[in-house]
C-alpha cells in the first residue's frame, strides 16, 4: 500500500525548490572551503617566507675564528723600565699589524714553503683581522708599564675567518664548489683536529658598523641610524599631526575649505612613498641647505610621510567619544577647550597611541624616501649626532642584499630578522594598549 504525504509544508525531493536549497548549501560549502585554503595557503607561504629567512640568517649570529699564536715578544725591546706616555705612543705608532698576522699564520703552518700555498694560507683569515691584534696590544700597553714583563711570552689569539672559510665551515659551501680549493679545505680540516678552528657569538655583528669585509660588517650604525631618525620623525609629526587632528575634529567650521584640506590630507596618506622622498630632497637637502645623507633630513623626510597617517587615526580617535560626553560637559559649565583636553582627548588616547606606534612601525619600515635623501652612501662610522652621515636599517638591508659575497647574502637575512623583530614589537604594543585602554561605548 503506497503512502501518500499529503502534507502541503513537506517538499519532495524531485521539487524545484528541494533542489535549489541542496544547491545553496553546496555553493555555502564551497565558499567556506574556498575561504579556509586560502587561509591555510596564506599561512604556509608566510611560513616559508619565515623559514628561508631564518634558515639563512641564523648562521650570521655565528662567527668562525681561527686560533694563532702571536709572539709579541719578537717586536719589543726586552728591557726592563716604566714606559712614559710618549714611549707607548712610539711604540704603537711603529707596530706593523698585519705582518705580525701573517707571520703568525706562517708558523701555524710551517711545512707550507710555495708562494701559492703561503697566499693561500694568508686567506684563512679576515684582512681586518689584525684590529683584534692590535687591539691586544693597546690593551696591555695601557694596563702594563714594563715591556719585559708584558710582550716577553706569546699570545694565543683567536682571529675571525675570511668570508670563504666561514661559509665552508658553516657548511654554506658545498664540497664540489670551486669557490674554496682544496688546499684551504684541507687547512681548515687540519685546524679542526687541532682544535685551532671553531664557531663563537658573532657579537661583532651587533657592535660594529659597515664594512667592505662581510665577517667585519654590523648593523649598530644603521640601528643608530634608525633611531635617530625616528626621534626625529615622531619629535616633528606627533605634535603636528594631533593639533591637526584636533583642530579639523573639534574646532574648524564647516566650509569648503575644510572639505578640500580633509580631501587632500586623506589622498597624502595614500601617496607612494618615494614621492615624499622628492619632496624631502627639494625641501629640506636644496632649499633649506641642510647636511644630505643626516638623520636629521630622514626625520624629516619620514615625518611629512606619516603626518597624514598620524592626522587620519587621531581623528577617527576623537570622533569615536561620543557626543554624550560632550553635551554633558557642557551643561555643567565646561568650556570648549575644556571639553577637547580635558573630558575627550584623554579618552581618545588609547586610539592615538596605537595610531602613532602603527606609524613609527611603518616609518621604521621605509626605505624609498630615505634612498632619495642620500642615506644609501656606504657609512662606515657610527653616527654620534643628528647631522652625522648615517643610514637606516632597511637601507642597509638594500646595499647588503645587492652585494655578491655570500658573506653579505646572510648577513642581509640577519639584519632582515633584526627589522621584523622591531616591527613585530611595535606592533604588539599597539596591540596590547588597544586591548588594555580601549573604552567601548
Known sequence: MKNHNTNPFILSSASPSHRGIIKRKWAERRFMVYGYSSIIVSILFLLFLFYTIFSQGFSAFLQTKILVEVKLGKYFVSEAGPMTVAEKKE?????????????????????????????????????????????????????????????????????????????????????????????????????????????????????????REPESAGILGSVMGSIFTIIICMLTSLPLGLAAAIYLQEFAPKSRLKSIVELAINNLAAVPSIVFGLLG???????????????????????????????????????????????????????????????????????????SILSVARALG????????????????IPSKLTDPATALPVQIYIWSDLPEMGFQEKTSAAIIILLLFLVTANSIAIYLRKKFEKKW
Do not use: C
Open 366 to 381: 621605509e626605505t624609498a624616501p630615505l634612498l632619495m635623501i642620500g642615506m644609501v652612501a656606504f657609512i662606515a662610522d
Open 91 to 211: 711604540v704603537l705608532k711603529n707596530l706593523n699589524y698585519r705582518i705580525m698576522v701573517s707571520e703568525s699564520l706562517k708558523n701555524t703552518f710551517p711545512n707550507a714553503k710555495s708562494r701559492m700555498e703561503i697566499m693561500q694560507i694568508y686567506s684563512l683569515v679576515s684582512r681586518n683581522s689584525y684590529l683584534k691584534v692590535k687591539e691586544i696590544v693597546e690593551k696591555r700597553l695601557r694596563t702594563e708599564k714594563s715591556l719585559k714583563k708584558t710582550f716577553i711570552q706569546n699570545v694565543r689569539v683567536w682571529l675571525p675567518a675570511s668570508t670563504v672559510i666561514d661559509m665552508a665551515y658553516k657548511g654554506k659551501i658545498p664540497e664540489d664548489s670551486t669557490k674554496i680549493s682544496t688546499a684551504q679545505r684541507g687547512y681548515i680540516k687540519r685546524l679542526q683536529e687541532e682544535g685551532k678552528i671553531a664557531k663563537f657569538f658573532n657579537r661583532g655583528f651587533f657592535t660594529l658598523g659597515d664594512s
Open 281 to 355: 630632497l627639494a625641501l629640506f637637502i636644496t632649499f633649506f641647505g641642510l647636511p644630505r645623507s643626516s638623520a636629521l633630513v630622514g626625520g624629516f623626510t619620514l615625518a611629512i610621510l606619516v603626518l597624514p597617517v598620524i592626522i587620519v587615526t587621531s581623528r577617527n580617535a576623537l570622533a569615536s567619544v561620543p557626543s554624550t560626553i560632550r553635551s554633558a560637559a557642557i551643561g555643567l559649565g565646561a568650556s570648549k577647550m575644556q571639553v577637547v583636553f580635558h573630558h575627550v582627548l584623554p579618552l581618545s588616547l588609547p586610539g592615538i597611541m596605537t595610531g
